[in-house]
């Protein structure tokens, strides 16, 4: 991913025969988001979608990544024939759909390269529920409780027919709700998502009274400490009082000292 111009992009690809997708980005929303301050910069997420590495490519250790890589299935894999019927459930994520349709083809007459593939199917959304369920465990031990609520959503609505998952996942989604703590957290994880959107819309007044909120209303919480790293990142930056339509503002950057305000 890039905020570089379209040519020189297609340039560099053109230069170094580049065959993986490279996303062009007009705002700086995800670099923000993910707190990048220079190019390039890489991240290693393992297979329960967790980010494990980050930092410049070349400091990577190729031991690190065979270790992220341990339960991991390559994406896409081509099904036989006999098997063509769960191409779009897997598409549209149907998993648990997929994951029955997969027994009941298994029950009848396959060759053995369909049955081993269809064991495929089945190992790897197994795989799945279990590594979702295990980072909905971690993300609760660590109070990120969002995190939890997400991976446990994904969990109802993709994997609900694969057995054991639809009770499970309830009751952890129950849980979360009965929780007060967690559900102070999700509703400041969800306004945090509002406060940085309009950071990448520049609308920094607005970004930072509702970052001013959330420290207030949800103290103590992850999102808490993360809307107080955005304020003082508005603050250092100047961006306090920026008016997108004043000339000045965008020649400099920051705001102007027209413009110019205070912390609260």
């Known amino acids: 991913m890039t905020n570089e111009p379209e040519k020189l992009v297609e ?13 062009i980005e007009q705002s700086d929303k995800s670099a923000k988001a993910l707190k990048v301050n220079g ?9 329960k979608g967790k980010v494990i590495w980050e930092g410049h490519p070349r400091s990577l250790d190729e031991s690190v990544i ?5 339960g ?37 007459a396959l060759s053995d390269e369909a049955k081993a593939a269809a064991q495929g199917v089945l190992t790897s959304i197994e795989t799945d529920v279990t590594n979702l369920l295990a980072s ?21 609505k993709s994997y609900a027919t694969v057995p054991g998952v639809a009770e499970t996942a309830d009751i952890k989604l129950r849980d979360l709700s009965a929780n007060v703590e967690a559900r ?15 950071e990448s819309a520049q609308d920094f007044d607005k970004a930072y009274a509702m970052l001013l909120a959330i420290t207030t209303t949800a ?14 990142d508005i603050e250092a930056k ?12 965008k020649e400099q950057g920051k705001a102007c000292p027209k413009h110019k305000k205070k912390p609260k």
């Open 184 to 198: 102070k957290s999700i509703k400041a994880s969800e306004q945090l998502a509002k406060a940085i959107d309009l």
């Open 66 to 70: 065979e270790e992220a890589l341990k």
């Open 11 to 23: 340039k560099f690809i053109a230069d170094n025969k580049v065959t993986y997708p490279i996303l």
């Open 39 to 47: 190019y390039p910069h890489a991240f290693l997420v393992d297979t």
């Open 136 to 156: 909905a465990d971690t993300a609760i031990n660590e109070k990120n409780f969002f995190a939890a609520q997400e991976s446990l959503r994904t969990l109802t």
């Open 219 to 232: 103290a103590g919480t992850m999102p808490a400490a993360s809307a107080s790293s955005h304020m003082r």
């Open 72 to 108: 991991a299935r390559v994406p896409g894999t081509k099904l036989p024939d006999a098997l063509k019927s769960l191409e779009p459930m897997l598409t549209k994520r149907e998993f648990g759909k997929a994951y029955q349709a997969t027994k009941n083809l298994l029950a009848g």
């Open 238 to 249: 100047g961006m306090l009082g920026f008016d997108k339509k004043c000339a000045a503002c």
